[in-house]
Protein backbone atom coordinates (compact mmCIF):
# COMPACT_ATOMS: atom_id res chain seq x y z
CA UNK A 1 0.00 0.00 0.00
CA UNK A 2 2.89 2.51 0.63
CA UNK A 3 4.92 3.92 3.18
CA UNK A 4 1.98 6.62 3.71
CA UNK A 5 0.31 4.04 4.74
CA UNK A 6 2.56 1.82 6.92
CA UNK A 7 3.25 5.08 8.83
CA UNK A 8 -0.61 5.82 9.76
CA UNK A 9 -1.17 1.99 11.09
CA UNK A 10 2.10 2.36 13.40
CA UNK A 11 1.18 5.70 14.38
CA UNK A 12 -2.31 4.15 15.46
CA UNK A 13 -1.72 0.91 16.86
CA UNK A 14 0.93 2.47 18.66
CA UNK A 15 -1.58 4.57 20.28
CA UNK A 16 -2.97 1.80 21.52
CA UNK A 17 -0.12 0.85 23.99
CA UNK A 18 -1.86 0.10 27.55
CA UNK A 19 1.16 0.90 29.46
CA UNK A 20 4.22 2.96 27.77
CA UNK A 21 6.08 2.66 31.58
CA UNK A 22 5.85 -0.93 31.51
CA UNK A 23 7.29 -1.35 27.93
CA UNK A 24 10.11 1.27 28.83
CA UNK A 25 10.97 -1.14 31.71
CA UNK A 26 11.45 -4.39 29.64
CA UNK A 27 13.14 -3.16 26.78
CA UNK A 28 15.77 -5.41 26.73
CA UNK A 29 13.45 -8.67 26.41
CA UNK A 30 14.47 -10.78 23.60
CA UNK A 31 11.70 -11.53 21.24
CA UNK A 32 11.91 -13.94 18.09
CA UNK A 33 9.48 -12.91 15.84
CA UNK A 34 7.88 -14.92 12.52
CA UNK A 35 5.24 -13.86 10.33
CA UNK A 36 4.80 -17.53 9.56
CA UNK A 37 5.53 -16.07 5.40
CA UNK A 38 2.65 -13.58 6.04
CA UNK A 39 2.22 -10.24 5.86
CA UNK A 40 4.00 -8.63 9.38
CA UNK A 41 7.66 -9.30 8.41
CA UNK A 42 8.13 -5.50 8.52
CA UNK A 43 5.80 -3.90 10.60
CA UNK A 44 5.71 -5.84 13.68
CA UNK A 45 9.16 -5.25 14.23
CA UNK A 46 9.02 -2.27 13.47
CA UNK A 47 6.18 -1.00 15.81
CA UNK A 48 8.13 -3.30 18.77
CA UNK A 49 11.44 -1.01 17.52
CA UNK A 50 9.43 2.14 17.80
CA UNK A 51 8.65 0.89 21.52
CA UNK A 52 12.27 1.01 22.30
CA UNK A 53 12.55 -2.66 21.69
CA UNK A 54 16.21 -4.03 21.35
CA UNK A 55 16.24 -7.30 21.02
CA UNK A 56 14.30 -8.67 18.27
CA UNK A 57 15.28 -11.71 16.65
CA UNK A 58 13.76 -13.14 13.08
CA UNK A 59 13.26 -16.78 11.81
CA UNK A 60 14.77 -15.90 8.59
CA UNK A 61 13.17 -18.70 6.20
CA UNK A 62 9.90 -17.08 7.40
CA UNK A 63 10.69 -13.81 7.19
CA UNK A 64 9.35 -13.85 2.64
CA UNK A 65 6.09 -13.21 1.82
CA UNK A 66 4.66 -16.67 0.54
CA UNK A 67 1.24 -17.69 -0.06
CA UNK A 68 2.34 -21.38 -0.04
CA UNK A 69 3.72 -21.17 3.65
CA UNK A 70 6.79 -23.23 3.66
CA UNK A 71 8.48 -24.60 5.47
CA UNK A 72 5.53 -24.96 7.85
CA UNK A 73 3.09 -27.58 7.63
CA UNK A 74 0.34 -25.21 8.78
CA UNK A 75 0.71 -21.57 8.64
CA UNK A 76 -1.69 -21.61 11.99
CA UNK A 77 0.18 -20.29 15.14
CA UNK A 78 -1.81 -22.20 17.20
CA UNK A 79 -0.59 -25.36 15.97
CA UNK A 80 2.82 -26.50 17.80
CA UNK A 81 4.19 -27.28 14.41
CA UNK A 82 4.08 -24.23 12.96
CA UNK A 83 6.07 -22.49 15.60
CA UNK A 84 8.89 -24.80 15.52
CA UNK A 85 11.57 -22.57 13.99
CA UNK A 86 10.60 -19.91 16.27
CA UNK A 87 10.81 -22.49 19.62
CA UNK A 88 14.06 -23.20 17.57
CA UNK A 89 15.34 -19.76 17.11
CA UNK A 90 14.32 -19.04 20.87
CA UNK A 91 15.97 -22.15 22.47
CA UNK A 92 19.67 -21.41 20.45
CA UNK A 93 20.01 -17.81 21.66
CA UNK A 94 22.68 -17.09 24.28
CA UNK A 95 22.01 -16.77 27.88
CA UNK A 96 23.15 -16.23 31.30
CA UNK A 97 21.62 -17.48 34.93
CA UNK A 98 18.77 -16.18 35.87
CA UNK A 99 21.09 -14.14 38.07
CA UNK A 100 22.93 -13.39 35.66
CA UNK A 101 26.05 -14.96 37.51
CA UNK A 102 26.51 -17.84 34.49
CA UNK A 103 27.78 -16.31 31.10
CA UNK A 104 25.88 -16.85 27.68
CA UNK A 105 25.32 -21.14 26.86
CA UNK A 106 23.22 -22.68 24.29
CA UNK A 107 20.71 -25.05 25.13
CA UNK A 108 21.73 -28.19 27.62
CA UNK A 109 24.49 -25.86 28.79
CA UNK A 110 25.72 -23.34 30.77
CA UNK A 111 29.31 -21.87 30.43
CA UNK A 112 30.85 -20.39 33.73
CA UNK A 113 31.25 -17.05 33.89
Same mark, same amino acid.
Do not use: W
Given at each position: ??? $??? $?? &?????? #???? #? +??? /? *? ?7 ? &?? %? ?20 ? &?? /? +? *??DVSD??? %? ?7 ? $?? *? *? ?7 ? $? ?11 ? %? ?5 ? #? +??
Open positions: MGA $EID $EL &YLRDIL #SLTL #S +PEA /V *ARHTGLEIV &YT %PLHGCGVRLVPEALRRLGMKNI &YH /V +P *AQGDF %PPVVSPNPE $EP *A *AMKMAIERA $EDRPRCGPHGNRG %PGRRGQD #S +PA
